[in-house]
Nanobody, 123 residues
């Protein structure tokens, strides 16, 4: 019913930049908060950044000042601009969204995940 598709990952040298995109599609009535998470090998998935429907943002301390999250509510899109990348940013990055499906009540929401996109930063 709903798909979240990430793109934009790849291999980059330390100090470089990448821009991740997340496209939501399907029977979507409304998307609430969206976010980016990442999971490095052998580690738990962690929050990178979130953005609310009104544009309020929140960042992990490790990425503040380097990453910028944004979204287009009308297009059901979200982005993550990543600058000054470090080897420790290497991970699979996942898109997450809180979504109300068409025909559901205003408080009937479910949480969805994308399939992930690999970001590798070489030193």
């Amino acid at each position: 019913q709903v798909q979240l598709v990430e793109s934009g990952g790849g291999l980059v040298q330390a100090g470089g930049s990448l821009r991740l995109s997340c496209a939501a599609s399907g029977s979507i009535a409304n998307i609430g908060a969206m976010g980016w998470y990442r999971q490095a090998p052998g580690k738990q998935r962690e929050l990178v950044a979130t953005v609310s429907r009104d544009g309020s943002t929140n960042y992990a301390d490790s990425v503040k000042g380097r990453f910028t999250i944004s979204r287009d509510v009308a297009k059901n899109m979200m982005w993550l601009q990543m600058n000054s990348l470090k080897p420790e940013d290497t991970a699979v990055y996942y898109c997450n969204a809180d979504i109300r499906l068409l025909g559901r009540g205003p408080w009937d929401r479910s949480n969805y995940w994308g399939q992930g996109t690999q970001v590798t930063v070489s030193s």
